[in-house]
């Protein structure tokens, strides 16, 4: 009996997670889906004076000014530009022990994929136009790679603070 439920066990660790594919900037992108609340339409984004250049600014959410982020700022130094595909994808992450609500602008969001552990490579060290530290890994599909990224790292505390300090720091 003790063999078998190392193998439920072991088969439970296993499972394919989920992640929401994007493109950004040529690149394809994916966070994992459990950080996800909603994708909206890209609409009017008010910029907010003092914030750092990877915040773009907010935008209302159902009544709540909530703060959206720039990974091409971030990843290249370059604002992302609107195109018609482009969406704001809504993410919940823990920060310092509060739940944030945050968005993220991509050229558009693509498909959810499962991806096993084993499919998963280590971030490279060079190669890719991103930092490494922004990175879980890469996974390869037919198309080629797919960048996963570490939400949390990507985006600085700075940031947050930067946030905080302007009241932008609530859950929905």
């Known amino acids: ?10 088969a439970a660790i296993e499972q394919p997670r989920q992640y929401l594919t994007f493109s950004l ?6 966070v994992s889906t459990t950080c996800v609340r909603e994708i909206i339409e890209y609409g ?31 990843f290249a130094g370059v ?9 704001i994808v809504m993410l919940e992450l823990a920060i310092d022990g509060q739940r944030q ?3 993220i602008i991509v050229d558009a969001v693509n498909e959810v994929l499962e991806i096993a552990k084993n499919d998963i490579e ?13 990175m879980t890994g890469m996974a390869k599909r037919a198309q080629g790679f797919v960048i996963l990224l570490n ?6 505390t700075a940031d947050f603070d930067h946030l905080a300090a302007q009241g932008l720091n609530r859950t929905l």
């Open 44 to 74: 009017p984004i008010t910029n907010m004076p003092m914030l750092p250049p990877s915040i773009r600014g907010v935008i209302n959410l159902r009544g709540a000014a909530v703060p959206v982020f720039d990974l091409g700022v971030r």
């Open 79 to 87: 604002p992302t530009e609107a195109n018609r595909r482009s969406c």
């Open 151 to 156: 939400i949390e790292q990507v985006l600085d």
């Open 1 to 10: 009996m003790g063999i078998h439920q190392a193998k439920v066990t072991s």
């Open 101 to 103: 609500v945050f968005g």
């Open 122 to 134: 280590p971030a490279p060290r060079f190669g890719t136009n991103i930092r490494t530290d922004f």
């Open 25 to 30: 900037n040529g690149e394809m992108y994916a």
